[in-house]
T-cell receptor, first 113, second 113 residues
Framework: DAGVIQSPRHEVTEMGQEVTLRCKPI?????LFWYRQTMMRGLELLIY????????DSGMPEDRFSAKMPNASFSTLKIQPSEPRDSAVYFC???????????FGQGTRLTVV | AQSVTQLDSQVPVFEEAPVELRCNYS??????LFWYVQYPNQGLQLLLK??????LVESINGFEAEFNKSQTSFHLRKPSVHISDTAEYFC???????????FGKGTHLIIQP
């Protein structure tokens, strides 16, 4: 398997624009996690899915953030409208069994100017 | 809920010297424990994990960690470091439900020649 695949690797956008980050989890994994990494706050869990259903979105910072998982092989994280403070590296991870091991993608480095 | 404290944000050490990266956690339930490594501009890779059984766990590249329940610690050690070990190391904990991994702030291991 190619591992967790995220796209794009880098995204630069202007404040107020919509941004969509994409993730393809490892085939057969039932859990998908979205994390955000910043210098100030470290790694934060934003939301996770089990069998395509959002289970816990308490880490999503604001209503400007939304995530979907329309099928077992694809998930998106959308920010609308984007703000400079959203600049961070966003990671997607998947696992086959709850909480035993998560496999991470390479991340998307988002810069909002 | 769980939390993780990595006591050192940065650890400089000379090549071939031993190193210990400290990790303490708090949880009201039984936990799984993990160490992940992040090389520059990369995603996180699992280094080792404790799920159950022997409290001493090892990685393929010479790292080891010991689960100490009484001290709520999971320190990472290596008897002799190499320049290629320079990276950010994250300790993580999860409860035995399905609530995702909680990460520490990370420790930057700097190997000096």
């Amino acid at each position: 398997d190619a591992g967790v695949i995220q796209s794009p690797r880098h995204e630069v956008t202007e404040m107020g624009q919509e941004v969509t980050l994409r993730c393809k989890p490892i085939s057969g994994h039932d859990y998908l996690f979205w994390y955000r990494q910043t210098m100030m706050r470290g790694l934060e869990l934003l939301i996770y899915f089990n069998n395509n259903v959002p289970i816990d979105d308490s880490g999503m910072p604001e209503d400007r953030f939304s995530a979907k998982m329309p099928n077992a092989s694809f998930s998106t994280l959308k920010i609308q409208p984007s703000e400079p403070r959203d600049s961070a590296v966003y990671f997607c991870a998947s696992s086959s069994i709850a909480n035993t091991e998560a496999f991470f993608g390479q991340g998307t480095r988002l810069t909002v100017v | 809920a769980q939390s993780v404290t990595q006591l050192d944000s940065q650890v400089p050490v000379f090549e071939e010297a031993p190193v210990e990266l400290r990790c303490n956690y708090s949880s009201s339930v039984s936990v799984y424990l993990f160490w992940y490594v992040q090389y520059p501009n990369q995603g996180l890779q699992l280094l080792l994990k404790y799920l159950s059984g022997s409290t001493l766990v090892e990685s393929i590249n010479g790292f080891e960690a010991e689960f100490n329940k009484s001290q709520t610690s999971f320190h990472l050690r290596k008897p002799s470091v190499h320049i290629s070990d320079t990276a950010e190391y994250f300790c993580a904990v999860s409860g035995r439900g399905a609530d995702g991994l909680t990460f520490g702030k990370g420790t930057h291991l700097i190997i000096q020649p």
